[in-house]
């Protein structure tokens, strides 16, 4: 997990409502999290947040028949909601949130964060290290 990060993270959580907030690489590590998620949870929610990516992905047919990139996933609960967005090449951002949640307020300070972090989010292809040897 990468700590410098983390305080990043909390920012997001300014905002009225908002619980955790997790960083993810797209083949399902934590890369990230906010204060307050333990790291069994973060591990957790980081590879289940992979999955919901893959699968919101691989269903942009069925809104006008052509293969539309993903951009969010929005899942609601009957205690809240937990929204998916792209963070660059390879990772994605996560946020829990309470029900009354302002949802474009909390959109928009992901998009915010996602913006001011830049390629600091993006991850990096994997090495193969015993290659180099």
Not at 21 to 46: E, N, W
Not at 88 to 104: H, R
Not at 116 to 123: F, R
Request: charged share 20%; aromatic share 6%.
């Amino acid at each position: 997990m990468n700590n410098d990060l983390s305080w990043m993270l909390d920012g997001v959580l300014e905002i009225p409502g908002a619980l955790h907030a997790v960083l993810v690489s797209a083949d399902g590590l934590l890369m990230a999290s906010s204060k307050g998620v333990g790291r069994d949870h973060a591990d957790t929610v980081a590879a289940a947040m992979s999955g919901v990516q893959s699968l919101s992905r691989s269903i942009g047919f069925f809104c006008d028949g052509s293969d539309l990139k993903w951009r969010q996933t929005l899942v609601e609960f009957d205690g809240g909601w937990v929204f998916l967005i792209s963070a660059g090449d390879g990772a994605y951002l996560a946020v829990s949130a309470s029900p009354d949640v302002e949802m474009g307020e909390i959109t928009f300070r992901m998009q915010q964060l996602v913006g001011q972090l830049g390629k600091a989010l993006t991850t990096p292809p994997r090495e193969n290290i015993g290659a180099r040897q």
